[in-house]
């Protein structure tokens, strides 16, 4: 690898930086690359996080390799625990505090980070937002001794904790501001199917109100709602939600949106600059999830190779790691007429469009065996 070669830089050692230089390998072996991280670099796959107990891992037997490893293996240089503060486009630099480095081409891979909640009471360093490996490390050290745990956000991660904590033989409550679980992706019927499954693993659901202040007691810790009922437990995980991260492309002048914008080919506003996984707004779309980013991963290889190449994306279901219940969802891209079959907790439901095409779905239990039949006649999300 040539020493005296202008890089290409990779910010961020999540799936998405490590799937997109693996593919970039394959198209070229020679070209510096150096990847920076804040984090230690180990490559594990964020979905894992929410499976520990069921598959009986420790947060260390989810680390695959770490990041010397993964650096022999790419031909890449790494830099660990190592935090990017700027990016000037116009020179073609990015900064980590004073020390400048020089890229030819630059690839944001940065992520997403937990939405920010502020709790009143005196138990903040309790509160654990779990989004990478180490956070999870923290956590499960934390958790050693303790036997009730409460979740706030039942979204699709609070859900999964909960089922997984549960399965890990602890007392689980869940609460939230809506009025069913995994709102922004599950129709009612599916949502309370797998509320139901939950239920019947002792997990306790208290739907509405938001929990405004933690206190420690000789006992543990007492949350209180917002509706005025108590909760006792001994650790507490924020799962509100992920946004984003925005802040070092705004300050340097990259167009953002609801993620870093970037067309197919994964360019942000800056010729030089792309963006994929979790920070990236691509044609659009935001989506949180693995298959998106593996799909960019392989497209954006192929350009910084020289090859320029659009991504696009299949249609691309949702696996919801809820073994009690088990779910799979496509949320439909737009309004329809949903058709709904249920029983017990086995629910088929259909969106169709006027014309009777399928738009998306939402399986649980028996009937996520539906699925591949189903698969086919979905519509792609990015033709
Ligand atoms: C518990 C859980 C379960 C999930 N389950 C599923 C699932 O079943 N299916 C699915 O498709 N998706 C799932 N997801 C989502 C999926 O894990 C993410 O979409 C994916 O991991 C995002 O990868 P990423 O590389 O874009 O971001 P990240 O993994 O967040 O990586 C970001 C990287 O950027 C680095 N970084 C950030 N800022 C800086 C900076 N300023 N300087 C240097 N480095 C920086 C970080 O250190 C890190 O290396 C789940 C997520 C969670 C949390």
């Known amino acids: 690898m040539s020493q005296t070669q202008v890089p290409v830089i990779v910010i961020g050692t999540g799936l998405a930086g490590y799937n997109l230089v693996k593919e970039f390998r394959k198209q070229d072996a020679e070209t510096p690359v150096l990847m920076i991280t804040a984090d230690d670099g180990c490559n594990y796959s964020k979905p894992m996080l929410s499976t520990g107990f069921t598959k009986g891992k420790s947060a260390s037997e989810l680390a695959m390799a770490d990041a010397g490893k993964m650096a022999e293996q790419l031909n890449v240089t790494i830099r660990t625990n190592t935090r990017v503060t700027s990016i000037d486009p116009e020179t073609h630099t990015i900064f980590i505090g004073e020390e400048s480095i020089a890229y030819d081409k630059l690839v944001l891979a940065w992520g997403a980070e937990p939405v920010a909640v502020r709790i009143e009471g005196d138990a903040g360093e309790h509160i654990f937002a779990i989004n990478d490996l180490q956070d999870y490390a923290n956590f499960r050290a934390e958790l050693d001794d303790k036997k009730r745990v409460l979740v706030m956000g039942a979204g699709l991660i609070g859900c999964e904790y909960a089922n997984d904590l549960s399965n890990g ?215």
């Open 169 to 383: 033989g602890y007392e689980v409550d869940v609460v939230a501001p809506c009025n069913q679980i995994i709102p922004n992706l599950l129709p009612e019927p599916a949502a309370s199917a797998v509320q139901h499954g939950l239920e019947g693993l002792g997990v306790k659901f208290h739907l509405g109100p938001l929990v405004r202040r933690v206190t420690q007691t000789e006992q543990g810790l007492i949350a209180d709602l917002s509706n005025g009922e108590q909760v006792e437990t001994d650790i507490i995980i924020s799962a509100i939600g992920l946004r984003p991260r925005l802040d070092l492309a705004v300050k340097a002048g990259l167009q953002v949106n609801q993620g870093i914008c970037v067309d197919r080919s994964l360019q942000t506003s800056d010729a030089d600059i792309y963006a994929l996984g979790d920070c990236a707004e691509v044609d659009g779309k935001v989506l949180l999830y693995v298959m998106p980013l593996m799909a960019s991963a392989r497209a954006l290889a192929k350009t910084l190779a020289g090859q320029p190449t659009d991504v696009s994306y299949g249609a691309m279901p949702i696996m919801i790691k809820t073994p009690v219940v088990p779910v799979v969802v496509s949320p439909p891209a737009t309004e329809g007429l949903w058709d709904i079959e249920r029983s017990g907790v086995n629910v088929k439901a259909l969106c169709r469009d006027d014309a009777g095409a399928l738009l998306g779905y939402a399986l649980t239990g028996t009937c996520v065996a539906d699925k591949l039949a189903l698969n086919k006649e979905l519509p792609a999300i990015l033709k």
